[in-house]
Each structure stands twice: as structure tokens, then as C-alpha cells.
């Protein structure tokens, strides 16, 4: 059984960098897509970025895009997810999940496993 875990979040100051890291265990990512959503209070889940088996291919939210960077390191088994220029609109939750086999890299693919999600806070 896959298992994801998120860490790296916390407090940061607006147009500050962070980097959350997503760990796989119990199963291989080596297989996967992977991609991180957010939810912050009252707004529904969005995706923010995902990332294809092999790392070639990245989406990212518009919202995020040239600030945010994707990346997977599949021989530690971990997806990271670098946060730059963070903006008080980037606080919430956030969630890894990998998407069920053969997907691609997509936010309406399936997702088969989730982590529990981890707070960013961005401060003005």
C-alpha cells in the first residue's frame, strides 16, 4: 500500500521560497504521476502542479506558474515542490497524490493515493 507524507511546510514571508517534499513509502512512485493541490479556507481544492513518470513533463496552475517548480527524485522514491516568490493568495493546505497507473500528468486524472496535507502560511 502507497503511502505519502508531506513536509517543508510552515510560515514564511511574502516573496520568500519554500520547498515541500512528498516521501512515498510501502510502494514505488516510479510509476506514477504525481501532482500537489492546495486548499485554502473556503475555496475548493485546486491542482498546482504535477509531474509525469519520468520528470520530462510538468503542468502548473497559471497561478503559479514561473514561481513554482516541480520536480521527483524517483531513486529516493519523493516528489518535491519548490515555492518561489510566495504571494499570502499561495497559503493553504497543501497535498500530494499519485495518480493511478498509467495516467498522465493531469489534474483531472485519477488519484489513487493522497497524502494528509501540510500548511503553508504566507505572511504579508
Known amino acids: 500500500q502507497l503511502q505519502l507524507v508531506e513536509s517543508g511546510g510552515g510560515l514564511v514571508q511574502s516573496g520568500g521560497s519554500l520547498t515541500l517534499s512528498c516521501a512515498a513509502s510501502?510502494?514505488?512512485?516510479?510509476?506514477?504521476?504525481v501532482a500537489w493541490f492546495r486548499q485554502a479556507p473556503g475555496k475548493d481544492r485546486e491542482g498546482v502542479s504535477c509531474?509525469?513518470?519520468?520528470?520530462?513533463?510538468?503542468n502548473h496552475a497559471d497561478s503559479v506558474k514561473d514561481r513554482f517548480y516541480i520536480f521527483r527524485d524517483n531513486a529516493k522514491n519523493v516528489v518535491y515542490l519548490k515555492m518561489n516568490k510566495v504571494e499570502p493568495e499561495d497559503t493553504a493546505v497543501y497535498t500530494c497524490?499519485?495518480?493511478?497507473?498509467?495516467?498522465?500528468?493531469?489534474?483531472?486524472?485519477?488519484?489513487?493515493?493522497w497524502g494528509q496535507g501540510i500548511q503553508v502560511t504566507v505572511s504579508s
Open positions: 497524490a499519485a495518480a493511478a497507473y498509467g495516467a498522465g500528468c493531469s489534474f483531472q486524472a485519477r488519484y489513487d493515493y
Open positions: 509531474v509525469s513518470t519520468s520528470g520530462g513533463i510538468t
Open positions: 510501502g510502494s514505488t512512485l516510479d510509476y506514477r504521476a
